[in-house]
């Protein structure tokens, strides 16, 4: 994972800060410019950029970037941006689940991204992060895989999700998971009828009409919400300087509702129980309104149609 260097007084007085806030109000925020200390310090807002420890930074996302895919969606938190597209291919159901589709994922981390990914620098983070993706999508309810099934043990729809990391900025795993969850929001699947003839052997025959498609579901599609450890305090989405002070941080994948269905300790570091249970506690008072929020920029972005103006994954 990217790294960054930081003195000893600079790492006090990121964990000082921290220690010293208030809890902020969980939602997402975005700021232009950090806030202006007084020489002894506020009791609240003291992160380096001015968040609340339960803050986000301004999330920019973009869906339908890539025109070769089923569905695509960019995503910049502060400094870090996430490429995502998902590719349909029909494919034989596994032997275990013959009435449903399923998803694969392939993680790949750009040397632009940092030179730490150069050669094959990327390559372990690449498969930490499509296991965690494995994870928090092994379960009946995330998405509705039977929905995917053309053919009961014959044919069904595979989504290939491929996530490009463009850029790191901290907090890869919740803008990895926000990207996600956007690209197959925006995912449209050509509709399929199985025709069947006197013999009994099945044709496939595909749809020519682009609206003639498959909509998911993403209500169940849960999102991963960081909480960094700092001093005896917890953050969400941490910047590099603020993970470069952590030395463990837990990984929580909330539904919409408020459900936790995986978590993941990362770090060097050990967390104690009470510590645990409060962060899982905030991770999904934050993913709610995470999820809140991304809904809602979603919908209003499919509704404006052809007249909103694309940026692109090259803008």
């Given at each position: 994972?990217a790294s960054v260097?930081?003195?000893e007084?600079?790492?006090?007085?990121i964990?000082?800060g921290?220690?010293?806030?208030?809890?902020?109000?969980?939602?997402?925020?975005?700021?232009s410019?950090?806030?202006?200390?007084?020489?002894?310090?506020?009791?609240?807002?003291?992160?380096?950029?001015g968040?609340?420890?339960?803050?986000?930074?301004?999330?920019?996302v973009?869906?339908?970037?890539?025109?070769?895919?089923?569905?695509?969606a960019?995503?910049?938190?502060?400094?870090?941006?996430?490429?995502?597209?998902v590719?349909?291919?029909?494919?034989?159901?596994?032997?275990?689940?013959?009435?449903?589709?399923?998803?694969?994922?392939?993680v790949?981390?750009?040397a632009?991204?940092?030179?730490e990914?150069?050669?094959?620098?990327?390559?372990?983070?690449?498969?930490?992060i499509?296991?965690?993706?494995?994870?928090i999508f092994?379960?009946?309810?995330?998405?509705?895989?039977?929905?995917l099934c053309?053919?009961?043990?014959?044919?069904?729809?595979i989504?290939?999700?491929?996530?490009?990391?463009?850029?790191?900025?901290g907090?890869?795993?919740d803008?990895?998971?926000?990207?996600?969850?956007a690209?197959?929001f925006?995912?449209?699947?050509?509709?399929?009828?199985v025709?069947?003839d006197?013999?009994?052997?099945k044709?496939?025959e595909?749809?020519?009409?682009?609206?003639?498609?498959?909509?998911?579901?993403?209500?169940?599609?849960?999102?991963?919400?960081t909480?960094?450890?700092?001093g005896?305090r917890?953050?969400?989405?941490?910047?590099l300087q603020?993970?470069?002070c952590?030395?463990?941080?837990?990984?929580?994948?909330?539904t919409?509702?408020?459900?936790?269905?995986?978590m993941?300790k990362?770090?060097?570091?050990?967390l104690?129980?009470?510590?645990?249970?409060e962060?899982?506690?905030?991770g999904?008072r934050?993913?709610?309104?995470?999820?809140?929020?991304?809904?809602n920029?979603?919908?209003?972005?499919?509704s404006l149609?052809?007249k909103?103006q694309?940026?692109?994954f090259l803008?």
């Amino acid at each position: 994972m990217a790294s960054v260097a930081l003195s000893e007084a600079e790492k006090v007085y990121i964990v000082h800060g921290v220690q010293e806030m208030g809890i902020g109000g969980g939602h997402l925020a975005c700021f232009s410019s950090p806030r202006v200390w007084e020489a002894q310090g506020e009791k609240e807002d003291l992160r380096v950029d001015g968040r609340g420890c339960e803050d986000y930074r301004c999330v920019d996302v973009e869906t339908d970037v890539v025109s070769n895919t089923s569905g695509s969606a960019r995503v910049k938190l502060g400094h870090t941006d996430i490429l995502v597209g998902v590719k349909a291919e029909m494919g034989t159901p596994k032997l275990e689940k013959p009435n449903e589709g399923y998803l694969e994922f392939f993680v790949d981390c750009s040397a632009n991204a940092t030179p730490e990914f150069e050669g094959r620098g990327g390559d372990d983070l690449g498969t930490e992060i499509a296991n965690t993706l494995y994870r928090i999508f092994n379960n009946k309810s995330s998405v509705d895989l039977k929905s995917l099934c053309i053919s009961p043990r014959e044919h069904c729809w595979i989504l290939y999700v491929d996530v490009l990391l463009l850029e790191c900025g901290g907090n890869l795993f919740d803008a990895i998971s926000i990207a996600v969850k956007a690209a197959l929001f925006n995912t449209r699947i050509p509709r399929v009828r199985v025709l069947e003839d006197e013999e009994g052997s099945k044709d496939i025959e595909l749809s020519d009409d682009p609206y003639d498609c498959i909509r998911l579901s993403v209500e169940n599609v849960p999102c991963i919400v960081t909480l960094c450890k700092i001093g005896y305090r917890h953050v969400v989405d941490a910047t590099l300087q603020e993970e470069a002070c952590s030395l463990a941080s837990l990984l929580v994948s909330v539904t919409s509702k408020g459900v936790v269905t995986c978590m993941r300790k990362v770090g060097k570091g050990s967390l104690d129980p009470e510590s645990i249970f409060e962060m899982m506690e905030t991770g999904k008072r934050v993913g709610k309104v995470l999820h809140t929020s991304l809904q809602n920029i979603l919908h209003k972005e499919e509704s404006l149609g052809t007249k909103r103006q694309k940026v692109g994954f090259l803008g």
